[in-house]
């Protein structure tokens, strides 16, 4: 049998509570462990206040984990300092559609892009991302749909497409801001539209004017006939789907990109009609749900505003606490706290901030700063051997009961099927055990207990009894009532000729171009972005379980004229340099990449650390930073590819070039 | 607030007469979705809930009065007035023949309900002579179309060869495979697009093939599984399976089905974890649910691993 070779590391689950003594992570005891985790929480509180504390939920966690998690922080801590690595991909998306509409969901529904006209993937590349949507999109082709992809790499995704835009990339505003000018040039807006369910109309069209399809061209390298054409047709269409995921929200400007393409819906009335949204898709399982639950710093259940006295009042009244009246701190401003030492304990749960941000050495040289680090999870990561405290838990899809809220905001049960490792513990019934040492007497409660908690306090959940959940195939949010479903799309008030029906309206965004702030220079010619392939998942901690046998390792993919130019073989090892970092990576040459661009996932860190190479320029907004654009320069070291042992080239990164 | 309820397009209902007795269904109902609600079994090979009938297997036929010829329940619309009969002779006699040449041909041993169907049909593959010899691997592959060459008799002709193993994740076995088709067409535009697999050769040598014949990973293959899915026979299975039962430790008996929803992107596909002993040992999704309709990719279907890797830590 052929076996592919493994560059991924494989992770053994944790099955013994870790402490750690003179330095040194050692097993303990669940009763020492945990009488350790409170208590380090218990002296930070003490010494230096609630919001001295921060709590990093679990995005592929379920919603009643998330739930409980962010009532820890809020009751038994009392700090809104909550947040996950949804900071870390789509949180401009939330932020972007929340502030146009209201609510941080995608629009419309996955059968809807099958019943469309035209289906327009922005910066994604779901055939290898998300596969399963792809099916619905490609059903949507086939039922006569015309597919365009904006994407900088010529993607698999991009085969699909009748058109295939290839901008530079970080040029997506400018992009999007020509596309709306030559709809308003050609006469095509919704000017019912536009004049009854949006505001800022005119600042809109002012912002655009100076993006001609000339300038645009310049600017994006995309021509500007196709331009003219991406506009034409949205515009055109009876019914638009408008997706995108990472490429757009990967950015350090991240929202205003977001911003940038609802504008294009409000202009053509792309939004609030069947077959007609804006899509982001969600890269982690339960993205949607972490933030729907109020596992983000500005939020409660049901996407409620923290800042709404009425709001917290509710929630004050079923949990018996005050819940602070501030915004507490993302995920982006806690590692800040921590340099500035305003921070000073963390609990981690389910995630790897290590290996998932940029800038390796700085994340992990803030966590060392910690007083206290308490990391719970199914292996020892990378940011669990950091810890001061590892607790080892079941995980959530597969050993424990609860729900997930998918990228079309369904909510779908979530199922026990395996007994965890003997030794893990499920992750609610951690947190209530620490809860308890810390004078808050928790219960373990059953998942169905805490969901029909989430349900009294979040309306938009309401209706979404187990039973239902079951019965339906999931539901997708809102619901109000176990009587009733709400259509599949959201926004239909848009359209209602009713002013009071209609609400508030939609306002433009009102955004400027902000290229990459990694500049390209002579030193550093080559624009990186990052991205997944198919079979890997970010870190590779969960896909370095099983033997693919399309992995071929990490790669720097780069386009035939570079190659040729800077004299590469495929397959040979460059030295990929940034203004941070350095790595040694196997090249790959291929037709998708367009000259001066290169691209690596992060899916193989223990072979090639691609986040030494990125930056971590964040949205100010959101807090999302800048994975999809470095600029690094590219050598040969020689010698051939042929002379050298796979062995050797894999080994080749080690320490001494970090 | 007033919103459009999209409603679907509204279907007479019809009757006709299936063994007799009378239904009343909605126009475009198919024999065999007809005979369900009624509850008259009709056994399928080729047919799959989530996939365009192909019309392969002739299993399902049905006597439709007044037809010359007989019927493939899978895909015959019913009519209004229309008199089916699913257990006449004509019926039997057509199902037994096509077990018979199944039978005698082909490894049905992982077919759920061939058992039941032989004795139901008295069906006897063995009067066909012992089996022949099994091919060596790529034997049946080389062969050309107008180069077959009849047997004597003295033995059944098999498509029997041995196990294709060429990657970790799942097994082609073609010994199992009643050229149904519905591999091909989930790879291809009904599912998948990944158009790795078709059907190469003519009559008796037909077989499922990668381009030229390539092992799977040089082929256009992304290990999504969705073959697996809708495979009737076990042709196709999970290493895990295909292990096990060579082990003699595959049990079904001792299996829970639990469906709960993947851990990797934000899609929301619904897996059904297949676990025997506390260890996922294989995975599939329910063909109704409105976000799969059966289909996974290869995080959903073979990225289980890394939650049973429980040797220590």
Redesign the interface.
Known sequence: ????EDFST???????PLVREHGELRPATWEEALDRAAAGFRQGVDRHGPNSFGMLSCA?ATNEMNFVAQKFARVVVGTNNVDSCNRTCHAPSVAGLAAAFGSGGGTSS??EVEDTDLIVIWGGNPRF?????F?HV?KGV?NGAKLFVVDPRRTPTAE?ADRWFGLNVGTDIPLAHAVGREILHAGLANESFVERATSGFDEYRALVEPWTLAAAEAETGVPAEAIRELAHTYARAERAQLCWTLGITEHHNATDNVRSLINLSLLTGHVGR?GSGLNP????????GGGDMGAIPDRLAGFQDILDAEVRASFERVWGREIQDRKGLNLTQMFEAMEEGELKTLYVIGENPVQSEPETHKTTARLRALDHLVVQD???TRTAELADVVL?AS?????SDGT?????R?V????????P?EGARDDIEIMCAIATRLGHEWERPAAEEIWDEVRSLSPMHRGMSYARLAEL??IQWPCYSEDSL??SYLH??LW?KDPE?RGAPAPFGIVGHSPPVDLLDEDFPFRLTTGRR??D?NTG??????????RRGELLDLSPEDAAKLGIEDGETVRVTSRRGSVLVPASITESMRPGLVFMTFHFPHQVDTQLLTIDATDPIAGTAEYKAAAVQIERIGPRPGQQAPSERRDAPDEALR | MTTPVLLPTPRRLIDATIDGETVRVPEGTTVLEACESVGTEVPTLCYGDTLTPRNACRVCVVEVEGARTLAPACSRKLEAGMSVATDSERVRHSRKMVLELLGSSVDLSTTPKVPEWMERYEAEPERFGPRAEPAALGVRDARRAGEHEPGDGAVAETVEQPAKVDNDLYVRDYSKCIMCYKCVDACGDQWQNSFAIGVAGRGFDARISTEHDVELPDSACVYCGNCIEVCPTGALSFATEFDMRKAGTWDEEKQTETTTVCTYCGVGCNVTLHVQENEIVKVSSPHDNPVTHGNLCIKGRFGFQHVQRRGGG
Request: aromatic share 12%.
């Open positions: 049998m052929r076996r592919s494989s992770y053994d689950r944790l099955t013994r592929r996955y059968s991302a998300h596969p399963i949507f099916q490609l086939r699909w069947h898709l969600r890269g982690q399982n339960n993205v949607q199914i292996f020892l080892p995980a959530a899809w597969c050993e997930f809220t998918n990228s079309e369904r779908q049960l979530v199922r026990k099927a395996l007994e490792p195939d999931g709400e259509p239909s008030r209602s029906e198919l079979d998942y901690v969960q896909t370095g379980g099983f033997s693919s046998p399309l």
